[in-house]
């Protein structure tokens, strides 16, 4: 057996709960072939012992089953996670050049409003003063610009190719001239798939929000979400509860899809609750017509309010000097 033959081999072996293998995500760092020895080295980073317990013995799973090979060793070095209160790992670093901060905004299924919430907040964080970029990261449902109410086409100074969807991701990231920015909010695509988990794998993410609405089926896979993040080592900033209310013009509420579930979620989760935002027809005009509701005078609208106040924790979590 050579390098080669053992790489292609551990292809078999996959990321625990993901699709991917551990060959594509860059963890096996060295193989060495020796007369009766084989050594595989690996890195992982994660907060989950499982996660290399899992990794370990599904190695040894695909190797020892080869006739012949001799002993296998299989060597894992897990990283060492952030330290207490997530954030200190990852001051000052940014693998997006010109970019000092990069939040992510993720969900555990689609239909939460995720994207609202995105497009909201950045426009939010600029009004703080920062300078603030936004990726829409959902190759297959993209919103962001109709939420902005941009139709042309973006200039190009470099060739586009790849076909697979984690390559373009990358090129947004890294192949756009992004200037110098404060924050770049990524609105990740719905989801824990393979996009999500090299996005958060290849970019010093500082922080993740995760938005859900307060029904349990939305809950179920917020946690989902929040379990991959922890396992990536992304600091959960927090909680958004999105469509947590309809207020009629009598000032009634209706809890449309439930009562107070992303606070107890939050709790349960043991992560700060950011903000409650309640369905709102301006909110919904302001997206279809291309005027993020954030833009209006926030002491006029209470979702504008309610962005603005997430925008001001989300600063202060997450500072820039």
């Known amino acids: 057996m050579n390098p080669e033959a ?5 292809t078999q072996v996959k990321f625990p709960g993901f699709s991917r293998d551990i060959v594509s995500f860059g963890l096996v760092r060295d193989i060495r072939c020796e007369p009766g ?6 890195e992982v980073q994660t907060r989950d012992a499982q996660v290399p317990e899992r990794i370990f013995k599904d190695c040894h799973a695909v190797l020892d089953a080869i006739p012949g090979i001799g002993e296998v060793k299989v060597e894992i070095e897990v990283k060492d996670a952030p330290a207490a209160g997530g954030l200190a790992g990852t001051v000052g670093k940014s693998s997006i050049p010109g970019v000092k901060r990069v939040i992510a905004i993720a969900s555990g299924k689609g239909g939460v409003g995720k994207s609202t919430v995105a497009s909201n907040l950045a426009v939010a964080l600029a009004a703080t003063g920062a300078r603030v970029g936004l990726c829409d990261c959902d190759l297959y449902g993209p919103s962001v610009a109709q939420m902005f109410g941009v139709n042309e086409r973006p200039m190009a100074n470099v060739i586009v190719r790849g076909p697979m969807a984690t390559r373009y991701t990358q090129q947004f990231l890294r192949q756009v001239a992004w200037d110098e920015l404060d924050y770049l909010i990524l609105d990740l695509p719905p989801g824990t798939g393979d996009i999500q988990l090299t996005i958060v794998q290849t970019v010093s993410v500082d922080g993740v929000i995760i938005v859900t609405t307060p029904q349990e089926v939305a809950l179920i896979d917020a946690r989902k979400a929040v379990s991959m993040f922890a396992k ?3 600091p959960v900033l927090g909680l958004i509860e999105n469509m947590a209310w309809f207020e009629c013009d009598a000032g009634k509420r209706y809890y449309l899809f439930g009562e107070g579930g992303g606070v107890r979620e939050a709790q349960t989760l043991d992560v ?5 935002i309640p369905i709102d027809i301006a909110t919904r005009e302001g997206g279809d017509s291309g005027t993020p509701v954030a833009s209006r005078d926030p002491g006029a609208n209470k979702v504008s309010a309610a962005f603005h106040q ?5 600063r202060s979590t997450v500072p820039v000097s």
Not at 37 to 42: D, F, G, Y
Not at 272 to 276: D, E, I, K, S
């Open 6 to 10: 053992i790489r292609e081999i551990l």
């Open 37 to 42: 020895l084989t050594t595989v080295k690996i």
């Open 232 to 234: 990536v080592n992304v």
């Open 272 to 276: 700060p609750l950011l903000g409650r």
């Open 310 to 314: 997430i925008a001001a924790v989300t």
